[in-house]
């Protein structure tokens, strides 16, 4: 295979991805609802009650609504990685999967040409939830605009990564739920998503240290301090970490001689 | 001497304690037409699984036209079309954009992908629907849409799982006329696995199969000698009933 037939192949992978995210409208606009609701009515309701007091990466004292923002950006970047988990379960179970797994092009190449896809999604996601906070008055500095993107893609490829790591142990569509309430809602709620870790730490000791081991957290810090063209060394660092071991598990979950999908059977094969 | 085109050596794969293939070896020779006899829970779409690599192989070697799946996984895949008994189709794509999907995941450009795809389509008398949604197509429509799609790369042998599974009878007759019409055109070797006796031809090699057993292995009529039968479902009875594991 020539670097010309991996280009037309990654091509076409991104391609049926952004297709499929065409197709389906209503995934767009849920996506982009899930954090205006958080924006407009939680944030509204907790700026009296929590305070933010001055921490890096912002230099002044700041609006709860401005705090939660990368919070919630990391928010549609984990829903849009647990879609596309959702979406890899749909192919098995329809077939799909087959026709991706059976090109002869490596299979490490093709999940990661799903990934690519995936996380592309997110960040077109990201930016129209930016374009609507601009119009709330959440102005991060231009140039934030552009530092960001580097954080979303790496953030992009870490959920999407865990999300297909997830997606090889689900073994049905119904089984889907208990991602929502096993893995989505602890990892937004026990990071720095919502409340600054401080805050957390004068509540509860262990739930800060949870907080603080907890990749998501991360996730959010690189974006926040992106967003304000600074560099978070040990956000970054955990992130890509995590994006490098997800990643592997995926591909060791997707090996037919090794992984999961090995020990009981192939993606929505029959018996 | 030619490797066949599909060769498979002391093949056995087990679901936990339960054993779907037992010792399976035969080979399908280059250019011919094979067929697959096996009831339900033979063992058929389990062998399907490991050539199509989709299952692991852990005993025994597989080889499609000589390229060892264990060990030249991308060259072996290269030369394999398969069509699945269940339907592999994007039903949100319209024809013509699964079958780009399948060009891309095969490394063939967008411009050689829609001339093939018009010649096939037009093979399989679907040339007017390649802007249809598949979801709108009859369930004969999409088989031959599949079948289609999968000699978009120009395999050398193509693999088809019970392909007339949940078609009419005329349907069922249309397409085994069409892979036949098309493997005598394109050249290649078929492995077509079937309950049915009745898709069977005189011409045909048979592999029967049975209990994860291959029962019996030749000619149609070298089947009718060992078995003493006067027609294939004869033979496949007597086959799968005397003896039987």
Known sequence: MTLAAYAI???????????????????FVSALVRPLVWLFIFAAGFRQVLGISIIPPYETYILYEVYITPGLLAMIQLFNGMQSSLSMVYDREMGNMRVLLLSPFPRWFLLFGKLIAGTLVSVLQCYAYLLIAWLWDIEPPPLGYLTVLPAF????????????????????????????????????????????????KEGSPWVYFICQINPFTHAVELIRFALYNQFNPLAFAVVFGCTLVFMLGALVAYDPSRGLMALRGAPGAAA | MTAPALEARNVSHSYGARKALDDVSFSVARGAFCVLLGLNGAGK?????????????????????????????????????????????????????????????????????NARTQDLLAAVQLADRAGDKVRNLSGGQMRR??????????????????????????ARADILKLVRGLIASEGMSVLWATHLTDEVFETDDVIVLHKGFVRANGSVRSLLEQTGATDIKDAFVRLIGEGAP
């Open chain 1, 9 to 27: 192949c990654l091509k076409g992978i991104v391609w049926r991805e952004g297709l499929r995210f065409l197709h389906q409208r209503e995934r």
């Open chain 2, 45 to 113: 779409s389990t062998l399907f699984s490991l050539v199509t690599r989709l299952f692991a192989l852990r005993r025994g070697s597989l080889a499609v036209m000589g390229c060892d799946l264990q060990r030249e996984p991308r060259k072996a895949l290269a030369q394999l079309g398969v069509v699945f008994q269940s339907r592999t189709l994007d039903l949100d794509l319209t024809v013509a954009q699964n079958f780009y999907y399948h060009a891309a995941l095969h490394g063939i450009g967008k411009a050689q992908a």
């Open chain 2, 145 to 170: 849409v599949e079948i289609a799609r999968a000699l978009l790369h120009r395999p050398r042998l193509l693999v088809l799982d019970e392909p007339t599974v949940g078609l009419d009878i005329g």
């Open chain 1, 153 to 200: 893609l790496l953030v992009g490829l870490m959920l999407g990564a865990l999300g297909m790591l997830l997606s090889s142990l689900i073994k049905q569509l119904e089984n889907f739920a208990g991602v929502m309430n096993f893995v989505i809602f602890p990892m937004f709620f026990a990071s720095s998503a919502l409340y600054p870790l401080w805050r957390v």
